[in-house]
């Protein structure tokens, strides 16, 4: 069963940068694009475990900090010669607050 | 056994060439002795105009710094006009009262602009486009903004308008002709020209006479013929030049024109010649510098005693150094009953093309819109080749006449040797071939050093690349045009140039206006453009720290495991024993894993969580500590050893000197890290010499090194010079600083940076040239009076909170799905 947190207001969240939701499964990385479209990732980078949620913020992707995989937003997809994809959580923007979908045991 | 002295009057781009020639052919022959009008060194003036467009700074134009006269035993006159020359008595003297013999004496006084003598003409504000003043002059008057008309619409004219534009002034070009350039360009080229200036804003009035030039004192308007009145702040007359014979004329010598030669430049007078715009060869002047240097190389053999053919006049092609426009013309253009002609257009592209035929040979080219295969047309025209064979496909260019295909090398690899690649320098294909294999050279920038082919105008480095391509097959790597990333095709030093001459101040106004390819950048743009911004616009720029580095952009180093490290200064590895006590107070408070000494002659916290930086941080600051940014693109350590205070061989004050320089430069962004040293004597216990810059305290002074580098690459320094003082080393320090922060590309430390340009032109601007120098350290100083602030107080005050923000905890809503 999967119900919708509120997390934050769309503000909350830099222009290109992000914010981090403690959940009971780990931490997502909540990012914000230059177009203003939301996205959620879990906050651990396939590769080594890199926090993407420190990493920079382009077009519909975030480049890794730690060694510099580039993942999709959208998809969680690792883009180029990497392989590997990060889990990603849906999410959505209600009269300028932040929603994300969360099962019950994961929201704990 | 004394020398012969051979004088030399003038120091533009032809005498130049003749001693480059007479150096290389016979360098010990003369004392030379060189006056010139011009307070400068030999530079090339046909760069002016992209300096004008801010695109080049003048110290990227010099040919010959002060360096290389001391180097070559050259005595140089600056700003001495030579007034009278005696034949008799051989003897030259100067304005300003010097008297120097000679035995051989050139005679290179260029030429003069024309100015139209309508009523008006002598009031402030009229300028003319010949030397670096009148540059300056222009600058200076579009720094008010205001109209400009240019009087005159042929190359000159139309560069100076472009970059009168680029610099923000409203534009009028007056051209009596009805169409541009008409001497290079025929109608249909002339009117796309026109149409392209137009649309970039350049007003044009073509058949326009100009009657008078209005104002009290300086320039208010221009009136033509015709009653139309123009306002007008500043006037410039490009209307021609006239060869500077006057100096000759009144010495006795034979003129016309020009000062008349022989094909061996010599002029009435056997121990006399003349090379360049002055002169005047089988009734013809020149105005190009092409034929220029081909005199220059005769003469220059003559002088060594070497065999020498003669000059012969050749036809010169033409461009238009106007960034985004190109067009190309060689030869006669005009039509005629024995001649033919082949015309390609399409108007979509823009693109008009057009041969000149007479008996089966290329007689004339014009080419607008698509210039590649010019020299390939040139050079048919030149050698007077038969084309009948290929006349069906000719205007289609090289690629298909040698059946090539599309493929881009067939074109270069079609061309004769004797193929003529860079007109400026006169380098043909099989010279730079030769280059390329004999000495191993691999990049653009080798070739321009080793050749000169393209170290010019430049616009034959594509043909140039296509050599090296050719030449190297798969092992040529064009990274010297690499593009900054995949966002764009542009290198990082034409990204670099656009942003200071277009004046772009933020990263989306350099996506706009350089047509990025992404909306937003990516992870390797974005930081290399946010640094050129900070670097271009120190006092404007605001920092992006969504374009930064995590390192940067929370002033900490990310560590494996997403917790950071915090290493704050210690001025040149000294402490206290308050500052220690304060560390260790941290490192208690904030469960730090591990105290680390780093190689830096620091200390390093280790292990520090997130959402304790600023919590770090501000305990660091109460106890008087400030970032190290040991994260950071930009001055990390200055790393010194006890010295005078107390080493029993030391030379210097050390430790003094490492600090200081640390208090001066830190904060300092640069386009990668940047580590001094500074050792008390050559026994170097700080290792100065693996630095990007560093100080050897010697009896003497100080000798300072640059370019060094320990990690994946070892590169020991190479010496920039030796000074005496501590005021001198800091000049020279943050000069080269500056300069570095100014061309490098991002990520290229100080090595990488000066095995591109070279390490001698580093010094010759850095250590030869003391104006440069000044200029170079104030900007660094100004630079830095913005960059001073601890960003570790300013966070804990609360810059960027959002950077820090606590982590988020979801709160369910009555919705269920
Ligand atoms: C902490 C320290 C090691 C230590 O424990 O001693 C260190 C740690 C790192 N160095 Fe270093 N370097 C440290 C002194 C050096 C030195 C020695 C020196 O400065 O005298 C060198 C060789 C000298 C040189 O730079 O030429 C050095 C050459 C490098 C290089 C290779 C640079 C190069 O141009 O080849 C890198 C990689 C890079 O920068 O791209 C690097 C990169 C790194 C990074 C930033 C790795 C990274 O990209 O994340 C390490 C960060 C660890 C951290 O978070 O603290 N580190 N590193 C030293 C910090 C000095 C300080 O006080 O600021
Ligand atoms: C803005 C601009 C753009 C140009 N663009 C191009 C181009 O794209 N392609 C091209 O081929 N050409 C171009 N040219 C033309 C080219 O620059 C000239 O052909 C070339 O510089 C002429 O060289 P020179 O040595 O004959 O004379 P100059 O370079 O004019 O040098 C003459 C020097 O002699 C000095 N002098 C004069 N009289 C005396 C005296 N009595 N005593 C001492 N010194 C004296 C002067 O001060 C001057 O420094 C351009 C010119 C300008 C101004
Ligand atoms: S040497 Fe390598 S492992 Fe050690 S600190 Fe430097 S970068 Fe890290
Ligand atoms: S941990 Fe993300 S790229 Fe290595």
Same mark, same amino acid.
């Given at each position: 069963m999967a119900d919708w947190y509120e997390v934050c207001g769309l503000e909350d969240v830099p222009l290109r940068g992000s914010r981090i939701v403690k959940t009971g499964e780990g931490c997502i990385a909540l990012f914000r694009t230059a177009d203003n479209d939301v996205f959620a990732l879990d906050?651990?980078?396939?590769?080594?475990?890199?926090?993407?949620?420190q990493g920079i913020v382009h077009d519909r992707s975030v480049t890794c900090p730690l060694h510099g995989w580039v993942f999709s937003l959208e998809t969680g997809q690792a883009q180029g010669a990497d392989i590997g994809q990060v889990k990603t959580t849906p999410v959505r923007v209600i009269d300028g607050v932040v929603q994300i979908q969360l099962t019950e045991n994961t929201a704990a | 056994m004394t020398k012969e002295k051979l004088v030399v009057i003038g120091n533009g781009m032809a005498p130049g060439k003749v001693l480059e020639t007479l150096l290389e052919e016979a360098p010990d022959r003369y004392d030379i002795i060189i006056f010139n009008a011009?307070? +400068? %060194?030999?530079? $090339? +003036?046909?760069m002016l105009s992209p300096v004008l467009t801010g695109e080049s700074e003048f110290e990227e134009i010099v040919? *010959?710094?002060d360096g290389w006269y001391i180097e070559n035993n050259i005595t140089l006159y600056k700003g001495h006009k030579i007034v009278e020359i005696d034949k008799t008595a051989k003897t030259v003297t100067s304005e300003h009262g010097v008297v120097q013999a000679y035995d051989k004496l050139v005679i290179a006084t260029g030429s003069y602009p024309f100015i139209i /003598? @309508? /009523?008006? *003409?002598?009031?402030?504000?009229?300028l003319t486009f010949r030397d670096l003043d009148d540059v300056h002059a222009m600058m200076l008057a579009a720094r008010r903004g205001g109209k400009a008309v240019v009087i005159g619409g042929g190359l000159l004219g139309l560069e100076a308008a472009a970059g009168l534009q680029i610099q923000g002034m409203d534009v009028t070009v007056l051209h009596l002709?009805?169409?541009?350039m008409e001497r290079q360009l025929d109608e249909s080229a002339g009117y796309l020209l026109e149409k392209e200036l137009q649309s970039r804003g350049i007003n044009i009035i073509t058949k326009a006479n100009t009657k008078e030039i209005l104002g !009290?004192?300086? %320039?208010e308007g221009v009136l033509l013929d015709d009653g139309t009145v123009l306002d007008a702040t500043i006037v410039i007359m490009a209307v021609g030049i006239r060869p500077n014979l006057h100096l000759a004329k009144d010495s006795g010598f034979a003129t016309e024109r020009g000062i008349l030669v022989d094909e061996t430049m010599q002029?009435?007078?056997?121990d006399v010649f003349s090379v360049g715009e002055c002169i005047q060869f089988d009734n013809r002047t020149y105005g190009l510098v092409a034929p220029l240097y081909d005199q220059a190389k005769v003469l220059g053999k003559k002088l060594a005693g070497k065999p020498t053919d003669p000059f012969v006049h050749s036809e010169s092609a033409t461009k238009l150094k106007v960034t985004g426009v190109n067009l190309f013309s060689a030869g006669d253009f005009a039509s005629g009953d024995d001649r033919q002609e082949i015309v390609l257009r399409d108007a979509a592209k823009g693109v008009y093309k057009r041969l000149i035929l007479q008996d089966d040979k290329i007689i004339g080219v014009v080419l607008y819109g !698509?210039?590649?295969d010019g020299p390939w047309f040139y050079q048919m025209l030149k050698e007077g080749e038969d084309i009948s064979e290929m006349r069906d496909s000719l205007i289609f260019g090289a690629a298909y006449a040698g059946g090539g295909?599309?493929? /881009?090398l067939a074109l270069v690899a079609g061309?004769?040797?004797?193929? !003529?690649?860079c007109g400026c320098n006169g380098v043909d294909k099989g010279t730079i071939v030769n280059a390329i294999t004999k000495d191993g050279l691999c990049t653009l920038e080798e070739v321009r050093a080793c050749?000169?082919?393209?170290?010019?105008?430049?616009?034959c480095s594509g043909l140039v690349e296509q050599l090296l391509a050719l030449t190297?097959?798969?092992? =040529?790597?064009? &990274?010297? %045009?690499? /593009?900054?990333?995949?966002? &764009?095709?542009?290198?990082h030093q034409d990204v670099r140039r656009m942003i200071l001459s277009q004046e772009l101040k933020s990263i989306p106004a350099i996506m706009q206006a350089l047509e990025w390819k992404t909306s937003c950048g990516c992870a390797k743009c974005r930081p290399a453009l946010n640094y050129y911004l900070v670097c271009a616009w120190p006092d404007e720029y605001v920092d992006d720290? =969504?374009? +930064?580095f995590i390192n940067e952009r929370v002033h900490a180093n990310i560590q494996k495991d997403g917790t950071y490290s915090v290493i704050p200064r210690m001025w040149g590895g000294v402490t206290t024993p308050s500052e220690l006590r304060a560390i260790a107070d941290v490192a208690d408070k904030f469960e730090i894993s591990i105290v680390k000494v780093t190689g830096g002659q620091r200390i390093d916290l280790l292990g520090v969580k997130k959402e304790d930086l600023t919590a770090v941080w501000a305990d660091l600051n109460d106890a008087g500590m400030v970032s190290? *940014?040991?994260?950071?693109?930009g001055l990390r350590t200055v790393k010194t050893c006890v010295?005078?205070?107390?080493?029993? @061989?030391?030379?210097?004050d050390s430790t003094g000197l490492g600090i200081q320089l640390e208090k001066a430069m830190w904060g300092a962004w640069a386009p990668h890290k940047l580590k001094l040293a500074v050792s008390g004597?050559?026994? $170097?216990c700080s290792e &100065?010499?693996?630095?990007?810059i560093g100080v050897i305290c010697i009896d003497s002074g100080y000798e300072l090194h640059f370019g060094g580098a320990a990690g994946m690459h070892i590169q020991g320094t190479q010496v920039l010079c030796t000074v005496g003082t501590e005021a001198e080393v800091k000049e020279h320090i943050f000069a080269l600083t500056q300069m570095y922060r100014e061309q490098a590309?991002?990520?290229? +430390?100080i090595y990488k940076w000066a095995d591109k340009v070279g390490y001698d032109y580093i010094r010759s601007v850095i250590v030869e040239d003391a104006g440069a120098r000044k200029a170079y350290s104030d900007k660094f100083l100004f630079s830095q009076t913005f960059m001073q602030d601890d960003p570790w107080k300013e966070r804990v005050d609360g810059k960027e909170a959002h950077h820090f923000g606590a982590p988020l905890i979801p709160k369910k809503i009555a919705e269920t799905v």
């Amino acid at each position: 069963m999967a119900d919708w947190y509120e997390v934050c207001g769309l503000e909350d969240v830099p222009l290109r940068g992000s914010r981090i939701v403690k959940t009971g499964e780990g931490c997502i990385a909540l990012f914000r694009t230059a177009d203003n479209d939301v996205f959620a990732l879990d906050d651990k980078c396939p590769h080594k475990q890199g926090p993407l949620s420190q990493g920079i913020v382009h077009d519909r992707s975030v480049t890794c900090p730690l060694h510099g995989w580039v993942f999709s937003l959208e998809t969680g997809q690792a883009q180029g010669a990497d392989i590997g994809q990060v889990k990603t959580t849906p999410v959505r923007v209600i009269d300028g607050v932040v929603q994300i979908q969360l099962t019950e045991n994961t929201a704990a | 056994m004394t020398k012969e002295k051979l004088v030399v009057i003038g120091n533009g781009m032809a005498p130049g060439k003749v001693l480059e020639t007479l150096l290389e052919e016979a360098p010990d022959r003369y004392d030379i002795i060189i006056f010139n009008a011009e307070t +400068r %060194v030999n530079y $090339n +003036r046909i760069m002016l105009s992209p300096v004008l467009t801010g695109e080049s700074e003048f110290e990227e134009i010099v040919i *010959h710094g002060d360096g290389w006269y001391i180097e070559n035993n050259i005595t140089l006159y600056k700003g001495h006009k030579i007034v009278e020359i005696d034949k008799t008595a051989k003897t030259v003297t100067s304005e300003h009262g010097v008297v120097q013999a000679y035995d051989k004496l050139v005679i290179a006084t260029g030429s003069y602009p024309f100015i139209i /003598p @309508v /009523p008006g *003409h002598k009031l402030a504000g009229v300028l003319t486009f010949r030397d670096l003043d009148d540059v300056h002059a222009m600058m200076l008057a579009a720094r008010r903004g205001g109209k400009a008309v240019v009087i005159g619409g042929g190359l000159l004219g139309l560069e100076a308008a472009a970059g009168l534009q680029i610099q923000g002034m409203d534009v009028t070009v007056l051209h009596l002709m009805p169409t541009l350039m008409e001497r290079q360009l025929d109608e249909s080229a002339g009117y796309l020209l026109e149409k392209e200036l137009q649309s970039r804003g350049i007003n044009i009035i073509t058949k326009a006479n100009t009657k008078e030039i209005l104002g !009290e004192t300086k %320039v208010e308007g221009v009136l033509l013929d015709d009653g139309t009145v123009l306002d007008a702040t500043i006037v410039i007359m490009a209307v021609g030049i006239r060869p500077n014979l006057h100096l000759a004329k009144d010495s006795g010598f034979a003129t016309e024109r020009g000062i008349l030669v022989d094909e061996t430049m010599q002029t009435s007078d056997p121990d006399v010649f003349s090379v360049g715009e002055c002169i005047q060869f089988d009734n013809r002047t020149y105005g190009l510098v092409a034929p220029l240097y081909d005199q220059a190389k005769v003469l220059g053999k003559k002088l060594a005693g070497k065999p020498t053919d003669p000059f012969v006049h050749s036809e010169s092609a033409t461009k238009l150094k106007v960034t985004g426009v190109n067009l190309f013309s060689a030869g006669d253009f005009a039509s005629g009953d024995d001649r033919q002609e082949i015309v390609l257009r399409d108007a979509a592209k823009g693109v008009y093309k057009r041969l000149i035929l007479q008996d089966d040979k290329i007689i004339g080219v014009v080419l607008y819109g !698509e210039t590649a295969d010019g020299p390939w047309f040139y050079q048919m025209l030149k050698e007077g080749e038969d084309i009948s064979e290929m006349r069906d496909s000719l205007i289609f260019g090289a690629a298909y006449a040698g059946g090539g295909g599309s493929d /881009p090398l067939a074109l270069v690899a079609g061309m004769s040797d004797g193929a !003529e690649i860079c007109g400026c320098n006169g380098v043909d294909k099989g010279t730079i071939v030769n280059a390329i294999t004999k000495d191993g050279l691999c990049t653009l920038e080798e070739v321009r050093a080793c050749t000169k082919a393209s170290a010019s105008c430049g616009s034959c480095s594509g043909l140039v690349e296509q050599l090296l391509a050719l030449t190297l097959g798969d092992s =040529f790597d064009a &990274s010297a %045009v690499k /593009p900054i990333c995949g966002c &764009s095709d542009l290198g990082h030093q034409d990204v670099r140039r656009m942003i200071l001459s277009q004046e772009l101040k933020s990263i989306p106004a350099i996506m706009q206006a350089l047509e990025w390819k992404t909306s937003c950048g990516c992870a390797k743009c974005r930081p290399a453009l946010n640094y050129y911004l900070v670097c271009a616009w120190p006092d404007e720029y605001v920092d992006d720290g =969504f374009s +930064r580095f995590i390192n940067e952009r929370v002033h900490a180093n990310i560590q494996k495991d997403g917790t950071y490290s915090v290493i704050p200064r210690m001025w040149g590895g000294v402490t206290t024993p308050s500052e220690l006590r304060a560390i260790a107070d941290v490192a208690d408070k904030f469960e730090i894993s591990i105290v680390k000494v780093t190689g830096g002659q620091r200390i390093d916290l280790l292990g520090v969580k997130k959402e304790d930086l600023t919590a770090v941080w501000a305990d660091l600051n109460d106890a008087g500590m400030v970032s190290g *940014h040991a994260y950071a693109k930009g001055l990390r350590t200055v790393k010194t050893c006890v010295g005078t205070d107390w080493c029993r @061989v030391a030379t210097q004050d050390s430790t003094g000197l490492g600090i200081q320089l640390e208090k001066a430069m830190w904060g300092a962004w640069a386009p990668h890290k940047l580590k001094l040293a500074v050792s008390g004597c050559p026994r $170097n216990c700080s290792e &100065s010499t693996c630095k990007d810059i560093g100080v050897i305290c010697i009896d003497s002074g100080y000798e300072l090194h640059f370019g060094g580098a320990a990690g994946m690459h070892i590169q020991g320094t190479q010496v920039l010079c030796t000074v005496g003082t501590e005021a001198e080393v800091k000049e020279h320090i943050f000069a080269l600083t500056q300069m570095y922060r100014e061309q490098a590309d991002y990520l290229d +430390r100080i090595y990488k940076w000066a095995d591109k340009v070279g390490y001698d032109y580093i010094r010759s601007v850095i250590v030869e040239d003391a104006g440069a120098r000044k200029a170079y350290s104030d900007k660094f100083l100004f630079s830095q009076t913005f960059m001073q602030d601890d960003p570790w107080k300013e966070r804990v005050d609360g810059k960027e909170a959002h950077h820090f923000g606590a982590p988020l905890i979801p709160k369910k809503i009555a919705e269920t799905v």
